[in-house]
């Protein structure tokens, strides 16, 4: 028990605020870590929409696809030139479609598959883009949508699960323009993640099913057999999450949660490894041409950018979206730029509306410091938004430095002549004077001592402890 300030060597002590690594920092933090890699506007779309696709072409221009709005779906596309930032009208597609797959062919085509608009879609289409034209495609022989589409090592697409949690899996040749039905899923999934192993198997894993929307179970297709096999599960059940193939031959699933996890094939296990600041939901990551990972957004209050390194299994916060989005096509560019296309926000009335906006990532784009006067911060440290800190200054007395930091008249959260919680040392001239001689008080109790230096050190009227100012 302490006795007397003058006796007590204070100590300060750490605590941890954020000691797990599903903890989400606070806000201030989090944009304070950003590095000098930037994100910058990349124009706009023509139309705003969700729930589109977004696929990297041979010619290097991006087709943008279908999506729509809350009140109904597209039937048209776009082509978005990355070196102009600009969108141009492509030719409108067959049918009208969101939530539906997107996959290059080797032949550089297009190959869409089902989702829906006003029902639940078989149908299919392909667009080339030498004649900038769309054609029909052999139709799924099941309706559906979100289900997995990827490209198998021969050319072929491998289109698994969907709506209803679907065992049926199928295989597309476009050369034939046929589907084949290939092995059923040991259990049913809507939601998954797929990705193609290094040894040409592909592996899917969560979504939903029909006893949860965020599984944890995972399965491999081989394409020699056209079995499935049900492997490790995840140690986290996970839904709109993304898998990607790591130059090591082990897969990096991320999103849902802020623990990533590798899978391995040859020992068939998934481990923890480095967990994002912030959750993210139904945000694409993408693989950069450099091997790292990249990430943005994915909830209406997530706007930070982070990046994987496989190198040391660590994810950095490289960025700050302008614009909160959903549901956004994310594509990785040669050049290792990333463009975040459209999606979904909230608006001011907290209803939700589709974006067209386009936001990139671009690590070589100069970064200019703010200034702690541009962001109406008059006290602490703020970032300067390229991997620097601002020194916005201290209080005057009877002010303090509020979490926004910007300076506010203190106040005192009980009087001077009553023990309790430690005081904020600026709220009137008796804390103050005390706290200056025996900081104990203001930084973790105000006891019984600091009551009697309080009534020793300062001017108190009673009745009601009036401290003069």
Not at 347 to 369: H, K, R, Y
Request: hydrophobic share 35%.
């Amino acid at each position: 028990m302490r006795t007397t300030w003058m006796s007590l060597a204070v100590v300060p002590l750490l605590l941890c605020f954020a000691c797990s690594p599903e903890s989400e920092l606070p806000e201030e933090d989090l944009v304070s870590s950003q590095s000098s890699a930037l994100v910058v506007s990349g124009g706009s779309l023509l139309s705003a929409r969700y729930q589109h696709t977004a696929t990297l072409l041979g010619n290097g221009k991006v087709l943008v696809a279908g999506g729509g709005t809350p009140s109904g779906s597209y039937t048209t596309t776009e082509l978005y030139d990355p070196a102009t930032a600009t969108s141009v009208a492509g030719p409108s597609m067959l049918t009208a479609r969101r939530a539906h797959t997107a996959t290059l062919l080797q032949d550089g085509t297009v190959l869409v598959v089902g989702g829906i608009n006003s029902s639940v879609l078989a149908s299919a289409e392909r667009y080339d883009p030498v004649t900038n034209t769309w054609s029909a495609a052999a139709p799924l022989p099941r309706i559906s949508y979100g289900h997995s589409a990827t490209l198998l090592t021969d050319g072929r697409v491998l289109v698994v699960g969907g709506v209803s949690y679907v065992t049926s899996t199928y295989v597309y040749t476009p050369s034939t323009n046929t589907w084949a039905a290939t092995g059923s899923l040991n259990a049913g999934m809507m939601g998954q993640a797929a990705v193609r192993l290094a040894d040409g198997r592909v592996l899917v894993a969560g979504g939903g099913n029909s006893t949860t929307s965020s599984s944890n179970h995972a399965e491999i297709w081989s394409p020699s057999t056209g079995a499935w096999t049900t492997v490790a599960s995840m140690n986290t059940g996970r839904n709109g999450h993304t898998l990607q193939l790591l130059a090591s031959g082990l897969a990096l699933v991320t999103g849902y949660a802020t623990a990533a996890e590798l899978y391995d094939p040859a020992a068939n296990t998934w481990t923890n490894t480095g967990a994002t600041a912030v959750q993210h939901f139904t945000a694409p990551s993408v693989t950069r041409p450099d091997g790292t990972i990249l990430m943005a957004g994915g909830s209406y209050n997530t706007m930070q950018v982070e990046l994987f390194s496989p190198t040391t299994n660590t994810w950095s916060t490289v960025g700050t979206l302008a614009q909160s989005r959903v549901e956004h096509p994310t594509v990785a560019l040669a050049n290792g730029r990333v463009l975040f296309l459209g999606g979904t926000t909230y608006n001011a009335q907290g209803n939700m509306q589709a974006l067209a906006s386009i936001e990139v990532f671009d690590a070589s784009a100069t970064c200019t410091p703010t200034t702690c006067a541009a962001q109406g911060k008059t006290c602490g440290t703020i970032s300067n938004g390229c991997g620097g800190t601002l020194t916005c200054g201290t209080c005057g007395t009877g002010q303090a430095c509020s979490a926004n930091n910007v300076c506010v008249a203190a106040s005192c959260t009980h009087n001077v002549c009553t023990s309790g919680t430690s005081l904020n040392k600026d709220c009137n001239s008796c804390t103050f004077s005390v706290c200056n001689r025996d900081p104990y008080c203001c930084t973790t109790s105000w006891d019984s001592i600091c009551v009697s230096e309080a009534n020793s050190w300062c001017v108190i009227t009673q009745p009601g402890c009036v401290v003069s100012q």
